[in-house]
């Protein structure tokens, strides 16, 4: 009979031990299966990571198209395209986005705000980073600084061809024409998806 006691109480302990290596391992698996496909939802914001290697394309609800490079979060509110659209950025992606109604898309990124009249455009705004850059390909955008600036707080005026450049660090923002060689990256970049 002691046999028998022993024998199920460390069955017992066996089978709680699998059983929550099963779980942790269908927990991974859900995780993994359910990554960058939809948005994750917090606090009022919807959080789409791509933590892929490859690009991931969204559509957000007023049909703007957004190329999300590898290692960038976007969000958006709950809200978005009924009381605004405001987007907030963190890493790199590619905007397709036409007149949207009632509310103008912007674009927040650590060092800039990105008013979007309409077009097709790149930011590269890692916030680890004290450079972003914004290069617009078609279109009309408005840029300022995020930020209070000491030196300079002039927006800048973009349309087809221009790019700007800002460093926090050095409190910098320069608006430049791309050259046909970057402006040929940046289209083959886009295509590449």
Not at 17 to 34: K, Y
Not at 82 to 111: M, P
Not at 118 to 144: I, M, P, R, W, Y
Request: hydrophobic share 35%.
């Amino acid at each position: 009979m002691e046999k028998y006691r022993n024998f199920t109480a460390m069955d017992r302990k066996h089978v709680t031990a699998l059983t929550g290596r099963v779980l942790l391992l269908l927990i991974v698996a859900g995780t993994w299966h359910c990554k960058d496909r939809k948005p994750q939802a917090g606090s009022g914001q919807l959080i789409y990571k791509n933590e892929t290697q490859q690009a991931m394309t969204i559509t957000l609800p007023d049909q703007t198209t957004v190329v999300l490079r590898p290692r960038t979060i976007l969000e958006i509110s709950k809200s978005f395209n009924i009381n605004d659209r405001d987007v907030k950025l963190d890493g790199e992606a590619v905007f397709t986005a036409g007149s949207g109604g009632n509310h103008d898309l912007i674009v927040h990124t650590r060092n800039l705000h990105i008013l979007v009249v309409k077009g097709q455009f790149h930011v590269d705004a890692f916030a680890s980073n004290a450079g972003e850059e914004v290069d617009l390909l078609s279109g009309k955008l408005k840029v300022t600084k995020s930020y209070h600036s000491t030196t300079d707080n002039a927006e800048e005026i973009l349309e087809g061809g221009d790019m700007v450049m800002i460093n926090r660090d050095i409190d910098l923002m320069e608006k430049e024409k791309l050259n046909p060689t970057e402006l040929e990256a940046l289209e083959k970049k886009i295509s590449d998806r």
